[in-house]
């Protein structure tokens, strides 16, 4: 594996085994013979050629400053921490993850039910949700991605010979015959009408109408898949190739939009349900768009510890923290751990690659296993190094990987997409894929490391020397290192940390739900209490008719709770408060109710950050807004919304 390195100043000649440079009793070690610019390691060896230094007398190479790529002596770091990974892990017999590779057609089967859409190979699931209004919702790309699922699992289950129906892919999406049922109807109308909106006359691929977009900017309001799609199709017709995106981090930014941003944790689990299944199809026609194949694992399960600090699962330690703290998202060990490394400042030079002593941790660990629910634990005496070594050794010692072993491989064949929008995309989804334990873990960690990028200029540790050391504790889960080649680990080293980098330089946009999803979830939602206004006056129907004679009259309808006439009515049960009137304008946003509510109770003891305004009801179940949401906007997309003021936990 032979390559050279750009400008930034080595140049890579090889990689070999510690088997293949060094011959047997030699009695040299590794980095007296080759040099002290190579890389010495337990798992192998690369040369590294030093280029001449600049004008000034310096290397080409400062850790300090290396922020855009990462060049392959910054790698260093990496291997350092791969070494000390493995030599702190010495004499331990540590249950490893072992990995299930899907039968033939199994992955297609557990995709359709994770996605919602198992009735489409099994008539005898029961799901509360309505299929035909989820696939009335779907974009061209996501049906395109549907379909081929249902298509393989169709041919595999004909190879088996099984008894199994599989409708034909023609019959799910297929314009309705003149005797077709009111609900194929109902999903090829509203199929119909999402390609209109799509298609213009000359059959061109056409944008809805939104604000104009600049190169850095991510669009929210178009499925990414669709993007992808319109990206793929002009750079064939315009002949160009699509080629590797460069290793520049462009400024990202998202696109104002008036009916507020959703991030992960304002949205009701009901809503969060389908959001899920909804990304999982969009994350699905990314990578089917870009012709890449994503092959998922299963985790066989482990026999593992149901209680304590190191190496329970994420969802044991929650549970028990929450017993203690209801609401608790992140395990307390590690916000204490945190909490200890900032205490003693984020300035110490090499904070996070330095390791702790080895023994000291060891120590340290069979200390917090016994001390700290009690109290007991003398935090004052850890050092700081010892803590880094701690948190790195946290999540090292997770039963599964922190990113699961079901979306391990999609992170990494993140990098495959053509272009950095796309990668970001990519994330974005599966960040939103990722079980709530671990999304949410992995949120307080990014926070964390760039708590300590802040202080680069001090610590001297860049976003790239950060996210080298924390890839291979992020990346490297138990037994590992056992399962893929040496070469196979060389080429892993740089896509795992950049993919790091991406996670901590654009984590204000990656625990964002996508506006495209949200307004898919909120047409599933009208749909679904269109069907449930049906059902509800048919049985009034049949009530009055049986019970005519005993009815009484109905009373006049009160005043809504939501909005009349320019105004929004705003309630906050939770403070003795019945309601607020409150004046639509055009640049009432939902910080101006909160302002409003909190300036005319001088009482209350609740800080404004604790407070939240709710869209409830309407074709949403529950939504905490963003404070730049405009209300009349947001009125407009959901009328019959209810709005309320709650304490929410951050």
Sequence with gaps: MNRQEGAKGVI??????????????????????IGSSSLSRRTGQYSVQARAKNASGKPPYNRSNSQDSLDELAMDDYWKEVEHITLSGEGEQLEEVQLKVPDEGEQEEAWLKEAGLETL???SATDPEDIMVLLSTLTRTQAAAVEKRVETLHQTLRKRNKQHHVPDVRDIFKLPDGGGSKEEEAVSTERSENRKREITKDGQALEPAVQPETETDINLEVSFSDQALRYKEGSKSSGEAVTEADDKLPNFKLSRDKTGLTKVGDLSPQDMKKVHRLV??????????????????KAVKLKVKESGLFGVPLVTLLEQDQRRQPGTKVPFILQRIISRIEEEGLETEGLLRIPGATTRVKT??????????EGLFSWESLKQHDAASLLKLFIREL?????????????IAVLKLPTKKQQLQALNLLVLL??????????????????????????????????????????MFKGFRNKISKQQEFSMATETANIVRLLIRYQNLLWTIPKFIMNQVRKQNTE???KMSKDRAMRKLLKKMAYEKHEKPEKAPTEACGSSQGFIRVQAP??????????????????????????????????????CLYEIGGNIKERCLDEETYMKDLLELNPSAEWFIKCVLR
């Design 12 to 33: 890579l000649t090889g990689y070999f085994s510690n088997s293949e440079v060094l011959p047997p009793n030699s009695g040299v070690s590794s980095a007296d013979e």
């Design 528 to 530: 679904n209490q269109k």
């Design 121 to 123: 190979f099994d008539k």
């Design 280 to 297: 999982l199809i969009e994350m699905t026609a990314l990578f089917d768009t870009a012709g890449i194949d994503l092959k998922t694992h």
């Design 399 to 411: 039963p599964h990987p922190l990113l699961t072993v079901e979306y391990l491989s999609a992170f």
């Design 434 to 475: 990722l079980p709530e334990s671990s999304r949410d873990t992995l949120k307080a960690l990014m926070e964390f490391f760039q708590r300590v990028i802040d202080h680069k200029e001090q610590n001297k540790m860049t976003l790239n020397n950060v996210a080298v050391v924390m890839a291979p504790n992020i990346f």
């Design 364 to 373: 340290v660990c069979e200390e917090l296993e016994g001390k700290f629910y």
């Design 574 to 611: 939770q403070f003795s408060k019945v309601s607020m009137a409150v004046q639509l304008t055009e640049d009432l946003q939902a910080c101006d109710v909160l302002t409003r509510f909190l300036s005319q109770d001088s009482s209350l003891s609740v800080k404004r950050e604790d407070l």
